[in-house]
């Protein structure tokens, strides 16, 4: 049987085979194929998991993934071995080697695309968007229908078909066949070039000597490249004329130079950022009426995580022409103050001892780097104190680490019988009592 025969000559070559010797070698074949396959994939999963990954970084990126390609590509690795050996053995009735060969490829398509698709646009490597799944049950369905018109011999119909239509586009004329093979290659290269920029930018994270701006350059540098590589192979693929992009580039600069000024501008502020290293994700930065944790650092933008959860997108040309308070630029100490007032009658000496023995109490006061507390003024009401101390972790905010303190400061300061002065007003009223003032005389309301 040729890979071209009909239907009906494929049906005659597979009942033809039922009364053949090697039958039962064929069946056997196809199920101990499909036995170690999936079983060499799942140990290959197990051995090659995310814990070593983890710890191999590129080698052995992706390998628990992508165990659901490698069982349909191991197992016709073994059809083929075992279609070798039986004609090698003088069996040349292998017609059920030879269909079950190319259902197992559609599978390893199938399975690899998907892969892909995951690998690059779905958020985690998990959640997946209905649209991913509605575009992968229609891949699977012409998948399955290619197949259908390989395995019956109809695909070369049908592609002669494509091959002969022509489309008019403008003053050239294009067939079917043309654009078909274009739309799969460019698809095809700008999906590798996406997986490969990936793999590349969940490899340079790992990596534990680089500084994190310059992963992120990396990465960001090398996606673009990939992608650029990978758009000229598919023109020239397709046959464009690499040339023509001259007049395309001029067009673009001019674009960039009058309505899309503040997009280049925010870009190469983005870069600007990642390689003067000025923030790094995890700071703690203010700028303009934004302030939060730097979570991403991308091209365009940086989000700014707020201590209440909420997310701040900042354009990068406001972190570079604005500016910026970073609490751990050069280092993460930050010194924070509260304020007390204690009567006048209070013994000075003791409550400052009292007030720095209370803030050491907390945990995130840092021990090394004392508080200190100060007599700032003589208020109206009394003594008026200054506690400061210093903390290392700004990132967790200095809202809670001030609430524990002054909880601090007002339990030591009820333990030990010192009070808290609060406003107290005396009101006197010179002269006569207005009327309004006076109390009302006595009135007998007459019985009836």
Known sequence: MTQQQPLLNLIDDLTGDLHEPSLVLQLLAIALSVLVGFGLARLLRKRFGRHHEAHTGMLGFGVESFGRVMAPLAVIGLLALSR????????????????????????????????????????????????????????????????????????????????????PLGKYKVSIGDIL????????????????????????????????????????????????VAVLMSLSLVGIDLTVLSVFGGALGVGLG????????????????????????????????????VTQIN??????????????????????????????????????????????????????????????????????????????????????????FWINDPQNGRGGVTSDVNRAIWRTLKENNISVPFPQREMRILGPVPAVLAEPESTTVPKE
Request: proline share 2%.
């Open 258 to 293: 009058l309505g899309l000024q503040k997009i280049a501008s925010n870009y190469v502020s983005g870069f600007v950022i990642l390689l003067d290293r000025s923030l790094t994700i995890g700071d703690m930065i203010t700028v303009d009426k934004y302030s939060g944790k």
């Open 84 to 167: 070798l050996i039986l004609v090698k053995y003088h069996y040349t009735h292998v017609n059920w080697i030879r269909v079950a060969m190319p259902i197992f490829g559609s599978l390893a398509v199938i399975r690899f695309t998907f892969y892909l698709l995951r690998r690059v646009f779905a958020r985690n490597g998990r959640t997946i968007s209905p649209n991913m799944l509605a575009f992968e049950k229609v891949f699977q369905l012409l998948v399955w229908l290619a197949f259908v018109l390989y395995i019956t011999g109809l695909w070369v119909d049908v592609f002669e078909f494509m091959d002969n239509t022509v489309l």
């Open 299 to 388: 091209t365009r933008y940086t989000v700014l995580q707020s201590l209440d959860g909420m997310e701040s997108i900042v354009p990068n040309e406001m972190l570079v022409s604005g500016a910026v308070q970073n609490s751990s630029l050069s280092n993460s100490l930050l010194n924070i103050s509260t304020k007390v007032s204690v009567a006048y009658d209070t013994d000075v000496d003791l409550v400052i001892q009292l007030l720095n023995d209370a803030a050491l109490t907390v945990e995130r006061v840092l021990k090394d780097k004392a508080p200190s507390v100060n007599l700032t003024s003589f208020g109206a009401d009394g003594l008026e104190l200054t506690v400061s």
């Open 181 to 228: 093979q274009a739309t799969v290659s460019v698809v095809v290269l700008l999906m590798l070039a996406l997986w490969a920029g990936a793999a590349l930018e969940e490899w340079l994270m790992k990596m534990p000597g680089m500084h994190t701006n310059l992963r992120v350059v990396a990465s960001r540098t090398a996606r673009a490249v990939l992608i650029l």
